[in-house]
């Protein structure tokens, strides 16, 4: 008999449920929420009660589309770390009550090991070892993993993510949330040669992009006490220098990594592994450094519940279970 198991994940503002079977995605429902865009970010408050709302239609929808009903699964799993204290309590309450209720197992996931393992989801896979770049939103981290099982950070920032990077250079523009991806969309018609913003001098595989922030704004001051349409006249080559330098210190930072353990399977993961510069830019630095190059689709680079259940695959292999009594955290450590 084949090993059920329903993942949930509710770290931030998508509501998802995902059923894996013998370590194959039968189903990957994601509901967003769109009611943080007129306030410039996620609300924390707001991002609870619509995961209230999604959870029963979405794990409904999960196990419909994975022709199951509750009674076939083996185990539960779900998002304990990192992320909204609200939010990871609905995920976890609900695993706990379904685990219960059923008497299976409950499996707790971090959510950063899941975003690695998102590259497990489809073939090619990387091979042991390899390094994973992992950047969203809220982290930034080159990830050593040996097993998937048996991972250990070995850079990451010491103060603001790639993600946010992004974003607060996005509203800086004066482009609504998310900016990210607005970003993204200008930077394919713009020269990303044109400005030039400085890469910061961070001494081993640590991140920082505080400083590119400070340059960006300063930037932006500068040309437009010279200029009041400078961001509107030049917006899609701003938009490619931005982008231009943020992959280039994520991906120079990698190019140390691989030459530090020599390692040279390499893939991405996290929410900005979406970003077309990047997964354009580790092609190339793959093809110039040799490396076997990994880059999941696009629908496991953000959250989602698939990358939660795989995750919930190995443990289960391994017998990685959870009590009732395990509480959800915000930031616990990489483990």
Not at 95 to 102: E, P, Q, T
Not at 273 to 290: C, D, I, P, V
Request: hydrophobic letters at 45%; charged letters at 20%.
């Amino acid at each position: 008999m084949p090993v059920n198991i329903l993942a949930i994940e509710s770290s931030c503002d998508e509501t998802s449920a995902a059923v894996i079977a013998d370590g194959k995605i039968l189903s990957n429902i994601i509901a967003n929420q769109s009611v943080h865009e007129q306030y410039g970010g996620v609300v924390p408050e707001l991002a609870s009660r619509a995961h209230q709302e999604n959870i029963v239609p979405v794990v409904d929808a999960a196990l419909k589309k994975a022709g199951m009903v509750p009674a076939d699964l083996n185990a539960i799993a779900f998002t304990q770390s990192p992320g909204l204290i609200g939010s990871l309590l609905v995920g976890s309450c609900f695993a706990k009550s379904m685990a219960l209720a059923l008497d299976v197992p409950l499996i707790a996931v971090h959510h950063m090991q899941a975003h690695v393992l998102a590259n497990f989801i489809e073939d090619p896979k990387p091979a042991f070892p390899f390094l994973c770049l992992t950047v969203s939103g809220g982290h930034t981290q080159i990830v050593l993993c040996e097993s998937p099982l048996q991972m250990r950070v070995i850079g990451e920032t010491t103060d603001d993510a790639a993600g946010e990077a992004f974003d607060k250079s996005a509203k800086l523009l004066g482009l609504p949330y998310p900016g990210g991806p607005l970003i993204d969309k200008y930077a394919k018609e713009g020269d990303p040669f044109k400005f030039k913003f400085p890469e910061p001098q961070i001494p081993g595989l640590n991140f920082s992009f505080s400083g590119l922030k400070t340059a960006i704004l300063y930037f932006l001051q500068d040309n437009r006490a010279k200029q009041a349409d400078f961001v509107e006249a030049n917006l899609r080559d701003i938009c490619a220098s931005i982008q231009h330098r943020i992959v280039t210190i994520l991906l120079n930072k990698l190019v140390k990594a691989s030459q530090e353990t020599g390692v040279r399977e390499i893939s991405i993961a996290g929410g900005v592994s979406a970003n077309s510069g990047l997964r354009q830019g580790l092609k190339e630095y793959g093809e110039k450094h040799q490396w076997n190059v990994y880059i999941p689709k696009f629908e496991y680079c953000t959250d989602n519940a698939a990358m939660i259940a795989m995750t919930a695959h190995y443990k289960y292999l391994a017998g990685a279970f959870s009590p009732l009594d395990t509480i959800p955290s915000a930031r616990a450590a990489f483990e």
